[in-house]
Each structure stands twice: as C-alpha cells, then as structure tokens.
C-alpha cells in the first residue's frame, strides 16, 4: 500500500456508508441531498429496478439507494482514487474480481462502466457475515486506519477491507469483493439499478 498519496485538499465523503433504512425504506445519504424518483412500495417489494438520479453528485461524494432491501451505494471517486486502484493489487485477494460477483461489463479495476468509470455503484454488504462497511476513503491514518492505508471500506464487524473499488484486501475475513448489481446509465444523468438491458 502506498501511504504517500494523501491528498489533504479533495473533497472528503460527505457521508458514512453505513446504511440506516428508514421507514420509507430508502435513504439517499448525501449533502447536498441528492434526489431519486421512488417506486411504490409494490413495485420495490417485487424488485423492480430502481432510479436514480446522480446529476447533483461530485467528485468525492456517495449515496445510497436501497434496492431489493440491500443498500447500493453509489460512488464518485475522485482522481487520485482512482489513480491508486492500481497501485492496490498485490495486497488485494481478488484483484482481477475473478472470483467475486459482478456483470461483465464491471469486471476490471475499477469495477464499473467503461462510459463511467469513476462512478462505482456496488452492494454495500459485506461478503463476510453481511455487516455494512463503512467508508474509510482518506488515505493512511486520518480516518482512524494504519499509515499505509489507501482509503477504501472497513467492515466493523471483523475488520474485513476493501479498496476504492470495492475489492477485498487479502487476510480478512470477507471471501470475496462486494458485489456489483446490474445498472445501465439513463438520460439526463440517471442510472437504473437492477436493470442492464440495452447496456452498450
Ligand atoms: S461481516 Fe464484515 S468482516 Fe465479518
């Protein structure tokens, strides 16, 4: 891990990654608040997919969506978050997400859409026991982690990571890298959760 990548001045996350659902069964965690079009309470009880609005969303900045109960957290990483997804791999357990769940077009570093790569949208569940990572995206000791962490997630049930891509660390407890669900991108700056048909 290289702990000389601190970059002081970016944008910090604006929010936790823990995931408090709320009686309207969704919760968009951001500030400013960031706004999706909610289904009825039918339509999400039968998993249909979900719409999301990230026109308000910058760089550094994350929100999270429930669909079909799980939190979906979706991401904007910064430059120099991105630019340390390769300098991560030798201390990853799945770098190449072979064996870890996402659609083909997610499967490379950055775990997202070639049209969109700075934006990760992936399951905030932990692949361990199920706990809610939380976000940990200043990189070394500032959010409370060793000198040479390169920000990412950090399940506080056992202690399982994750990077900036969502790919496990080697020597936790987690199997594997949180899952990425289908999505295809909308007009207008909106992604569809649960549904990738179309996906160029
Ligand atoms: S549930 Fe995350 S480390 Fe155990």
Redesign the pocket.
């Known amino acids: 891990m290289n702990s000389n990548n601190t970059n002081s001045g970016r944008r910090q996350f604006l929010v936790s990654a823990t995931v408090a659902m709320g009686a309207a069964g969704v919760t968009a965690i951001a500030t400013p608040l960031v706004s999706s079009m909610l289904p009825s309470a039918k339509t999400k009880s039968a998993g249909a997919p979900v719409e999301v609005d990230i026109s308000s969303l910058e760089p550094g900045m994350m929100i999270t969506q429930e669909w079909r109960g799980q939190p979906i957290w979706i991401v904007y990483r910064t430059t120099q978050m991105m630019e340390q997804l390769s300098k991560n791999t030798q201390f990853l357990a799945d770098p190449d997400s072979n064996s870890s769940e996402q659609p083909a077009y997610c499967k490379n570093t950055s775990r997202s859409m070639s049209s969109h790569p700075e934006i990760l949208v992936v399951v905030g569940i932990?692949t361990?026991?199920?706990?809610s990572?939380v976000s940990k995206t200043k990189v070394g000791a500032a959010d409370g982690m060793s000198s040479d962490w390169p920000g990412g997630f950090f399940?506080p049930?056992?202690?399982?990571k994750y990077d900036m891509s969502a790919r496990v660390f080697k020597a936790?407890?987690?199997p594997f890298n949180m899952r990425i669900p289908p999505y295809k991108y909308l007009a207008n700056k909106k992604i569809l959760i649960g549904d990738d048909q179309g996906e160029a």
Do not use: E, F, I, K
Request: hydrophobic share 20%; proline share 14%.
């Open positions: 932990c361990h026991l199920g706990c990572p399940c049930c056992h202690g399982s936790v407890p987690a």
